[in-house]
């Protein structure tokens, strides 16, 4: 749970970062453009690298490939990791076939049945496809921006 916690304060910090970082090239930017205004000079190019339909290639990309690479990374931790039933969790299934009147040779076969740990859901994997959905929408976006100014 510690380690949750810190993820998630840990990505909420670097977004906070890029956030403040990108705020702070828009105030240079302004500030530049200020300056040259009260010297009568030329105003500077407002293009940036961000300009263009080509930014909407960029993110498409990013967004698609990542979601793919979540969606990979969640599959293969779902293979490959194993959690172990807790004791409580084994107490009450034991507990609710006794309920059920079932006999202690029951109650020992499912403990044996509770004994295997268990796996991550494949369908966490799923979660991936929010992000590749996004990305997608970029390079369709991107494809007709592209279209429609020729």
Do not use: N
Request: glycine share 8%.
């Amino acid at each position: 749970m510690q380690g949750e916690t810190a993820f998630t304060f840990g990505a909420m910090g670097l977004v906070v970062y890029a956030l403040y970082l990108r705020f702070r090239r828009r105030e240079l930017q302004h500030k530049e453009r200020m300056a040259a205004i009260e010297k009568g000079v030329a105003l500077p190019d407002l293009t940036d690298v961000e300009a263009g339909p080509r930014i909407y290639l960029l993110r498409g990309m990013m967004w698609l490939f990542g979601g793919i690479a979540l969606s990979v990374f969640l599959m293969v931790f779902s293979a490959t990791t194993q959690f172990p039933k807790s004791i409580e969790q084994r107490v009450q299934a034991g507990l609710r076939i006794q309920r059920m009147g079932g006999t202690a040779e029951q109650i020992r076969d499912a403990q044996a049945e509770t004994d295997r740990p268990e796996r991550l859901p494949y369908t966490i994997s799923l979660i991936g496809l929010i992000p590749a959905a996004v990305g997608l929408a970029y390079l369709i976006f991107y494809r007709a921006e592209r279209t429609r100014s020729r």
